[in-house]
Structure formats: C-alpha cells, structure tokens
C-alpha cells in the first residue's frame, strides 16, 4: 500500500533532517523531484569524495596503515581534472572531500550547501565516491542486507554505541532525491562483496572485509520501513526497480563482483575511475555512454584478469546516452593538461588521458604539442602550427615540460596538450610478483630462480606493480580461489578467507586479481626451478603484450585508418569498430555502421564464429601492417605470410611479403585475406589482438613471419607464433625506424626507442569467446 502523498512528502522531510540538513533546504522538496527536464543546461556542479586513510575502527583491524586504501584521492584528482579541461566545469562549482572532511555528516553536508541548494532544473550535477563500500545487516532484520558507502567515520557498531554510521543507500537516495535536476550523475568506485581480505592478488579490495550487523536511529528506522526499505516492501521495491538511486549510476562493479584499485609507476588509483576517466579523454561527441562503458570493461579487464564489469544503473539509467548528460567537444580531446608553471620556462602537465601502459614507460625527451591558439583545434584536428614541450622528467600523473623554442608566454595553464613523440625505454622488464600462497622458503627459491630470467624482475605482492603473479594454486569449490570465492559471492555472500582455505596445488601464472592463466599450472610436487622454467613461453608471452601495450595510439596517431573486428558466420554483424581521431582530416563515416549492434559490455564471439579484421586506408600512401593476437591461455597468434610468397629465394622473399601486408592508399585490406578462415575457439576464452600500421614496411618483423611459415608451413593463416617476445621487439624496432624517417631531429638515445605519432597507428580489441 501505498502512502498518501502528503506522508510520504512529510516523512521524506523528517528523514532528510534526521540526515542533518536544514529546514531551509527542505521547502518545496515535492517540487524539486518532480520537476522534469524541461530547461537547457546551466551550471555543472561536481561533490567529489576520496578516503584512503580509514581508521582501523572502521573494520575491526589492528592496524591504520594496512587497513588503508591508496587510490582514491587520485581518483578524485582524475575525475575534477577531467570535469574542467574536457567537460567546461568551473573550479568554483567542484567541491572535494579528502579523507579527515569525508564524514558522514561533512558529505551530508556538502550535499545540501553545494547540489541541494544550488542546482536548478536544467543543471549538470555528479557526484563521486571512491573509498569503501559496505553491506550491513539491521540487528532487527538480521537476513535483510543493505549496502551502504563508507565515510571515515564510519565505524563499526559496538554495544554501547550499535548504530550503524556508514551512509546507507537509502539516505543516498533521498539526498540525490532532493537536487532539483534530473541531470545527475552518480559515480561509485566502491565494491559491497565482503570476501574477508583487503588485498586480492596483487590490487587491493575496495569493499570492508566484514559486514557489520547494528541498529539505525529510531528517526531512521521508523522511515525507512514506512518508506519501503525493509522486509518484504524493500525486497518488492528492489525487484521492480524502484529501489534504484534516482538519476544515472556508473558503477565500479556488479553487486556479486570485486572493485579494486592498482598501483601503477608513482601512484594507485581505483581501476574503474582510471580506465573511464582515460577513455572520456579521447571520446568523441557522437560516442555513447554505452560504448565508453565497453571500452572501459575491456581495459580493466586487460589490466586485471578480472571480469569486473563497470554498471549503468539508476532510476534515469534508460534515458542518458551520454556521460555526465553532456557531450564533450570534439575540440577537447587530449592527452592532458598545463595544469601549471614552475618558473616560467618550465611547467607542469597533467597526463590523465595517456594510455595507463605508456604512461607507466613514458620517458623523458617524450614531446607533446600544444595548439599555438585555444581556439587552434575548432576549425580542424590538427593544429596549423603547434608548440612542442619537451618532457624533462614525470612523476605518476605529472610530468615537468619545457617549450624547445623560447614561446613560454604562450602557454598558459589550462591548455590541452597532445602527444607527438613516444619514448620508451628499450629495456622494458616483466614484473613479476610472488604471491603470497607461497612459504617463506619457496619465496626465496622462486626470487633465485626468477633472477636467472633476463627478462624478469620480482617484486613484493601489493607493493610495487606488477604484470603477473607466481603461486600455487589454491582450490575449493571452483577452479580458483578467485572462482571459489566469487561463486558464492553470486549466492548472496562470501565466507571469510580463513574459513575456505583450500589445500594448496602445483605452481602456476597468475593475474594481477590472481586469475589462473590455464594450462600453466601441473603437479603439486613438482621444483620451483623447475616449474619457472617451464613457464618461460608463457612469461615471454606476457611480456611481448606487455610490450604491444606500450605501442597503443589510437586517440593519438595521426594516420587515418580504421579497423572493424567483423564476425561473417553464423551471423554477420560488425562486433568492434577502432578508428584514429587525430588525423588530418576526419575519417568518413562507416557504411557498415547499421551493421555494428554492440550491445554487451563486452565484446563476446560465440565459439566456432568465423571472424575477420577490416582495414581501411583513408590516407594518400601506402601502409603496411601486421597483427599479433594473444589468447586466454598465454598462446600469441599472428597472421603469416601466403605460401606463394614465403618459397622465393631469400633476395625477392622480403619484397613478396611486403607486397602481401601493404595496405595502399583509400584501399581495404582483411585479416585474414580471402579464402582462408579464422575460427573461434572454445578454448581461446579471452583475446587481446593488436593491429600495427605503418608508414615504412615493418622489415624485421616481416623476416621473421616469413621465416617462421617456411619452416613450419604456416601460410596465409593466423597461427601460433613461436617466439612472441622477439616479434614484439622486432615490431617497436621496425617503428622506431618508420619515425626516423618522419623526424626533423632523429638523434635519441641508443636505449629508447622514438615512436612518431605520425608514423604508425596501433589499434587494440579485447574480446571474449563463449
């Protein structure tokens, strides 16, 4: 039944000033929420929360510091940092709370002086948080969870003091209620998944590892049951819908998934708030909200292993299409920022929009452009005449550029900047992290046996970043212990780690959310010299897509090429569409556009799928490409040469093959060509493809396909490459060549390599076969 509305209005008041607002705030509450959007956009207003610094009251720990999160005030830096420089906020109208200003009643707070009070109908609001997220359970209701988000001061019930002290959903919802404008957007990087543990592999686990069972305050209590939220009313309300936050939700993770932060070079950050915020730096006016949300998946899940799925939710989450309800201009899109000077002839940049793998190497002499006007990018996409900044030295998210021509007072902070020239060192190790499954006598073999793998460097599990882990497999219910464990989160909780410790098995590779990588793992018994050994294919494997990572330009090159990953049977349909942004002129519209009908969140191919590649050459010369694929089970595939080029005499070999992957000018090109196939298979799981284009033939890597097709007969199809590692090498070698040729200055050091935006294009597909 129903309430009357004039209840409902009065008892939604009292509950809002239960929260501790005023009564100035609550007039004409009714007509707040229900005023429809019906003006144009005004102000954009912004209430950013970050907490790293939880006491250890807020979870029954001994320790501040282990209890500790160490991202979520970059997370607030990323997203006030975007807000400005691509979506025209204004600092004035961006209010944050960092850590000790993060209590309940200061968010409450800010709530009411900032979005309640001032946003009118028409308005831009968001609001986000990244810190904890929690269930807890009403010593009334004990069967009954609830989610809530974590305050600093949110600490656990106690007998003297039973109340519960997080921000619950409900009071989220009534105070997002009471913000006169529908265009609100919340954004959660918090996880409510209690698996008892704060770190999970090598990231830390953003949800409070034990649910706390307390009482509200009569006020709260009495409401929330008149309001619906309890029993068999909340249960109704939550089937239906109704229980949603109103506006647009943009979730870190599904109710029954983990939402983790990592650790980069020089910081942490949560993983969904850094691989949205990237990706929204690059996004162009015509992409929706849906498509930033696969690409985001598809990142996270590269980065982690992990199926954490990023969710559209709320009462609105049907009607936006757009991130934030705002389009951002075409104009806008960036690597970074000037966010400073230091000196006047030095100054500070903000690289927020660099692809986070080559952010992580990005070296120093790396160069960046910067529009000679504001206004230089309106009338096209590259600028008539540029500035180049010099980079001098990087400190995670920043980095410190001076100008190579006296132009310093043209710069001007606020400025967006736009890569040019890509360093990268050529000595490029492959971290690899001892899990701790491992005894301290095994950590010590494993640091002996990893320090006679040229290529490996080992590192301690949460405190430096890593690429992969080495353990042992650890098995209950599931395959894994991550499958164990997130099976029963499925079922509506999760047991605490001490309570479904599994007996240990063989040693294996890991990911950095301690997914098996299948196929590695063999009999318990077996030595860790041994087993490292073993597993060297596999760590040359990761470490060549670690490598392909570095290469990854596609909101940066300024080649005009496009890429559709296309499945032709059982049905034909366009499944991912990759095209550069930057080029000179804008690339046309796609004629198979009506053809792509992505939907997921992810990119899934059903098994036994024949699948292509399509690539397209807008320019006026010639490209040549290649394409290494990786697979679930550490396998790198790549597309050889055909037979008819591949038994020539060595002297005519190289030009036969270049001939065969030359892409010429406003011409289409498939991978695989006509007449061969390219099936699905069931055991591939997950797949990372790369497609590299350039504007000199890629010599080296060349040699070494039709090398390899020689001798093992495999032509004209996509097929196991034998040494990843050396193709991945061979490929930045051959593109650090392609740039001398494009550079005025070509002189780099001997131990980078100098990638020219001008010079190649890699485009990037992570997809799923099920």
Known sequence: MGLKRRDLLQRTALLLSALGLSEASLAGWAERYQQALAQPTRRKLALLVGVNQYPAAVCDSTSDQALALRGSLTDVQLQRELLVSRYGFQPADIVTLSDQQATRQGIVSAFQSHLIDQAQPGDVAVFHFSGYGSRFRLASEPKLVQNSLVPVDGYLPTEANPQIQDLTEEALKLLIGAVK?????????????????????????????????????????????????????????????????????????????????????????????????????????????????????????????????????????????????????????????????????????????????????????????????????????????????????????????????????????????????????????????????????????????????????????????????????????????????????????????????????????????????????????????????????????????KLLRLTENQGASRLPVRANLEMMEPQERILALRETTRSPEPLPKSRLAPLFTRGERTIKVPTGSRIRYRLANFGDRPLYFTMISFDGQGRALALFPKASTVNQASDALLEAVLENNELPPNDVRFIPQAGTDWIADVTSDWIETHIILSVKPLSQMFNLLAEEAKSAGNSGRVNPLPEPLKAARYILSDLDRASATTLSDSNSPVDTYALDMNAWATLSFVYQVV
């Not at 009607?319 to 201009?329: A, C, D, I, R």
Request: glycine content about 10%; charged content about 20%; proline content about 5%.
């Open 181 to 545: 404008t529908r265009q609100f957007t919340s954004v959660i990087d918090a996880g409510f998944l209690d698996i008892g543990r704060l770190l999970w592999g090598n990231l830390r686990v953003r949800s409070r590892p034990n649910a706390p069972t307390g009482e509200l305050s009569l006020d709260l209590q009495r409401l929330q049951e008149t309001l619906g939220f309890s029993g068999k009313a909340n249960r109704e309300n939550e089937a239906n819908g109704s229980k949603e936050l109103p506006g647009t939700v943009l979730a870190a993770a599904a109710p029954h998934q983990l939402a983790l932060e990592g650790r980069w070079q020089g910081f942490d950050a949560g993983i969904f708030t850094y691989a949205l915020t990237q990706h929204l730096w690059e996004l162009q006016p015509a992409q929706t909200l849906q498509f930033v949300l696969s690409r985001t998946a598809e990142t996270m899940h590269q980065w982690t292993g992990l199926e954490q799925q990023p969710q559209i939710r709320g009462q609105q989450s049907e009607e936006t299409t757009t991130v934030y309800n705002l389009k951002p201009e075409a104009a806008t899109a960036a690597e970074g920022v000037i966010s400073g000077t230091d000196d006047g002839r030095s100054f500070t940049v903000w690289l927020g929009g660099l692809p986070a793998t080559a952010l992580e190497h990005y070296g120093v002499n790396s160069l960046l452009s910067l529009a000679s006007t504001p206004n230089a990018l309106e009338t096209g996409l590259q600028p008539a005449a540029d500035i180049k900044l010099k980079v001098q030295s990087r400190n995670g998210l920043t980095a410190q550029v001076a100008p190579l021509e006296s132009q310093t007072g043209m710069i001007q902070a606020g400025q967006r900047v736009y890569e040019s020239l890509r360093m990268l060192s050529r000595n490029v190790p492959l971290l690899v992290a001892l899990d701790n499954s491992l005894e301290r006598i095994e950590r010590v073999d494993a640091t002996s046996a990893l320090s006679g793998i040229s290529f490996v460097s080992s590192v301690s599990p949460g405190e430096q970043p890593a690429d992969c882990l080495f353990g042992r497999l650890l098995t209950a219910s599931g395959s894994t212990l991550t499958a164990s464990l997130l099976s029963q989160g499925e079922r509506g909780g999760v047991a605490p780690l001490k309570d479904t410790l599994p007996s240990k098995g063989g040693y294996g590779l890991f990911s950095p959310s301690r997914e098996l990588v299948p196929g590695t793992v063999v009999k318990p018994e077996e030595a860790i010299k041994t087993a490292l050994g073993r597993l060297t294919p596999q760590l040359e494997a990761i470490l060549a897509a």
